[in-house]
T-cell receptor
Framework: KQEVTQIPAALSVPEGENLVLNCSFT??????LQWFRQDPGKGLTSLLL?????REQTSGRLNASLDKSSGRSTLYIAASQPGDSATYLC????????????FGKGTHLIIQP | NAGVTQTPKFRVLKTGQSMTLLCAQD?????MYWYRQDPGMGLRLIHY???????AKGEVPDGYNVSRLKKQNFLLGLESAAPSQTSVYFC?????????????????FGPGTRLTVL
């Protein structure tokens, strides 16, 4: 059974810092990996999706990398801003059909002004 | 485009009562999903559907039933609510792609339904 772990569980940094969130998964046979953002009391917003054949994806100040063989992904946030404060969730899709995603428990990020 | 919408946003039930949560999407997606999110447990898949008239069990299906009579709607039912079903419920939808093997694409989530069972 696929398991997804996110480290750290919580992180608080001053505004302007570059930071890295980590995600690891136990079964490397995945089709894709997604990073989501969840604001308090809200749904999930997809940030980046990396296919298994890709090494990284970039969107603005966000960069996600994937090392499938070692079962790891990182989300890099450059020049953090208070508006980046949220919970970041990593999820892997490893089903051949529509079995949904296996989620990590998330990293709760606070950017101090 | 409204994306994925969920009705209701909040609900309080007594043990043993029944209710139906409605999810609607206007993106013409083939796949739809129901998840529950609990503190310390993350999101877990309850049921999913790969198309109109089809449903399948996810990781935690017990105590729930689903129906997908129309492509744009996915209903989640609780026949006899229990306190253990207190949770936040999220619906999601995605397209279907075939590129070196079939897989689901980016999932789009609704805003959630906060359910409390007393």
């Amino acid at each position: 059974k696929q398991e997804v772990t996110q480290i750290p569980a919580a992180l608080s940094v001053p505004e302007g810092e570059n930071l890295v969130l980590n995600c690891s998964f136990t079964d490397s046979a995945i089709y894709n990996l997604q990073w989501f953002r969840q604001d308090p009391g809200k749904g999930l917003t997809s940030l980046l999706l990396i296919q298994s054949s890709q090494r990284e994806q970039t969107s603005g100040r966000l960069n996600a990398s994937l090392d499938k063989s070692s079962g790891r992904s990182t989300l890099y946030i450059a020049a953090s801003q208070p508006g980046d404060s949220a919970t970041y969730l990593c999820a892997v899709y490893s089903g051949g059909g529509a079995d949904g995603l296996t989620f990590g428990k998330g990293t709760h990020l606070i950017i101090q002004p | 485009n409204a994306g994925v919408t969920q009705t209701p946003k909040f609900r309080v039930l007594k043990t043993g009562q029944s209710m139906t949560l409605l999810c609607a999407q206007d993106m013409n997606h083939e796949y739809m999903y129901w998840y529950r999110q609990d503190p310390g447990m993350g999101l877990r898949l309850i049921h999913y559907s790969v198309g109109e008239g089809t449903t399948a069990k996810g990781e935690v299906p017990d105590g729930y039933n689903v129906s997908r009579l129309k492509k744009q709607n996915f209903l989640l039912g609780l026949e006899s609510a229990a306190p253990s079903q207190t949770s936040v419920y999220f619906c999601a939808s995605s397209t279907f792609k075939v590129a070196g093997g079939p897989f689901a694409d980016t999932q789009y989530f609704g805003p959630g339904t906060r359910l409390t069972v007393l």
